[in-house]
């Protein structure tokens, strides 16, 4: 009897405890939990992914504000349900009612940890710790790669019963499918005929071609002739060309780089770097800087006499190996130059005028003067170019713009430029044009690894990048065999298409649609440009043998 009366004074103690701490949950305010997709227990979220959340907010007046990531949330939708509760363990359950919040994380939340909380009328409820994971960029199911230009290979059978696949020695025009292409570099499309242009080489003789294609019409438009300086693009003779950007004007921009024949008595050559540009409609082509020289003519050394890096008017200026045009919105064109071909020149940010004029705005690379006495008996002033410092942010010629290997000027007005230089493997710098500042935004210091491709630009090892270029909405694409996309806005890098695992009949499968999320990209990427409706085209200059796109289209349905 005695136990049972102690059991019942226990049950009765119990039951006040549950009730007391029930009624207490009844009218505190925090949140109980948070739900995704019927996950429960969530602690994290992806910017512009929704979670609900279950709160009790106790003052059903007051105004209320969700936080996530240190910034606002919207709240989508608001209803009310009842949630089984245990306060104690063993104890009794019972239905607690509370709020459900279906709120957005919004895209300027602060990707990595932080905090989930709610305010009323201004007083900040209990935070939940929270972590803000980077975008998508991809919505599965919403985005496509799409065959759009694939060349013409000839297969021979091989005693296995396989197929060898080549490319014919000649390019040759014609309808897609029919026409012969080797490579796409420097893509580009001009929206106001609808019209691509790249630059193609030749297999047998390894010159190169500038060619268009219009209405699925592929055409050489200039290249093939026997004049590195001639006038009109049919008599153009191009050996090396690193870019191709169309201008304002409606003319096509390009560098040419040549080895002359040698000197029928001397046998010397002479190198010749040329900014050049072609009017598409006419074939006029004319030579905006490199076409006439400063430095003296010297008997042995005409490699010497066209090149340089002299700033001034078309009648001097000169440049030694011009790449990665862009044009601002005045219609100036600014280029890369100073690497590769001159070993130790360092690399310079340079801009072309609309008056004609040559400067460089950034960088700066050494220069001396030596007296040669050539073979002739004339004493002659020889320049010297070299590189000064490494890889240093900085402003104006402070800067150093080390193994700089591509250009685009993004939606905010910046110029971006992927550098290598001393203490960094691979980095972005970010160039203010009005105040000529570079910052390195992007990449991983020397002494710090990482396996991340995508993530915030101080996490990310940007790996090799062989195109980088600049998207409808103004961010930056780049890649090697996968597109990743640069968010200037948030500060991150997402996979945007590619990555897909080889196999099978790889030339079947790249003629007809794939997902983006997981496409087979079978080539090296060029090039990526958008046309007028947002799609981009990807230009590849080497193909996975036998497959044989070399520009593919990228379909995102928002």
């Known amino acids: 009897m005695r136990n049972l009366i102690l059991f019942f004074a226990l049950f009765l103690f119990s039951c006040r405890k549950y009730e007391a701490r029930l009624e207490q949950q009844n009218l505190s305010s925090g949140i109980v939990r948070v739900t995704q997709n019927g996950s429960v227990g969530v602690n994290g979220a992806k910017i ?66 932080g905090t989930l909380y709610f305010s009323l009328d201004g007083k900040s409820s209990a935070a939940l710790p929270f972590e803000i994971f980077r975008p998508d960029i991809l919505v599965p199911g919403k985005s496509f ?51 691509f242009y790249f630059i193609d080489r030749q297999p047998d003789d390894n010159s190169y071609r500038i060619r268009q294609l219009r209405q699925g019409q592929v055409t050489t438009i200039a290249g093939g002739g026997n004049n590195y300086m001639a006038t009109t693009a049919a008599q153009l003779k191009l050996s090396a060309i690193e870019d191709l950007q169309p201008g304002p004007d409606g003319w096509l921009y390009f560098s040419s780089k040549f080895y002359t024949d040698p000197d029928p008595v001397t046998g010397f050559t002479a190198r010749h770097a040329l900014i050049e540009r072609l009017q598409p409609a006419t074939g006029v082509v004319e030579i905006l800087v490199g076409g006439k020289r400063v430095i003296e003519k010297y008997y042995s050394r005409p490699y010497d006499d066209y090149t340089g890096i002299e700033d001034g008017s078309r009648d001097s200026a000169m440049v030694i190996y011009p790449q990665s045009f862009t044009f601002d919105k005045q219609g100036n064109l600014y280029f890369l130059d100073g690497t590769a071909e001159y070993a130790g020149s360092g ?47 900085g402003f104006g010629d402070a ?105 099978g009949d790889l030339r079947a499968l790249v003629k007809q649609r794939q997902s983006g999320e997981n496409a087979n990209l079978t080539g090296r990427l060029n090039k990526i440009v958008f046309d007028q409706f947002g799609n981009l085209y990807v230009g590849f200059d080497y193909n996975i043998p036998p497959t044989d796109m070399k520009i593919s289209k990228i379909v995102i349905e928002h």
């Open 48 to 113: 512009g992914e929704m979670v609900t959340v279950y709160a009790k907010v106790g003052e059903p007046g007051a105004a209320l504000q969700f936080f996530a990531g240190g910034v606002a949330a919207d709240v989508i939708s608001h209803g009310s349900r009842q949630i089984i509760v245990q306060p104690e363990a063993g104890g009794q359950t019972a239905a607690l009612p509370v709020d459900t919040f279906d709120i957005q994380i919004s895209s300027t939340a602060k990707i990595g940890p």
């Open 145 to 195: 790669v799409d065959p759009f230009l694939y060349t013409y290979m000839d297969s021979v059978r091989q005693g296995d019963g396989s197929y060898s696949y080549m490319l014919p020695n000649e390019l040759r025009d014609g309808m897609v499918g029919q026409a012969v292409i080797n490579q796409v570099s420097s893509l580009a499309y001009d929206a106001n005929g609808n019209t």
């Open 399 to 503: 800067v150093r713009l080390s193994g700089a290997s591509g250009l685009v000027l993004a939606g905010n007005g910046k110029l971006y430029i992927p550098c290598s230089g001393a203490g960094w493997r691979q980095n972005i710098v970010e160039v203010n044009p009005e105040t000529l500042e570079a910052a390195t935004i992007v990449g991983m210091p020397e002494g710090q690894q990482s396996s991340l491709r995508t993530g915030t630009f101080r996490e990310v090892d940007l790996g090799g990048i062989t195109s980088f270029d600049v998207d409808f909405d103004g961010n930056i694409l780049f890649g090697q065999n996968i597109i990743y996309k640069m968010n200037l806005q948030e500060e991150t890098i997402a996979k945007l298409a590619g990555g897909g695992t080889y196999g």
């Open 347 to 393: 690399t310079l940010l340079r801009r072309l005028n609309r008056d004609g004029t040559l400067e460089t705005v950034l960088g700066k690379i050494g220069k001396e003067v030596y007296d040669y006495e050539d073979v002739d008996g004339v004493l002659y002033k020889v320049p010297f170019y070299y590189s000064l410092d490494e890889h240093m942010d």
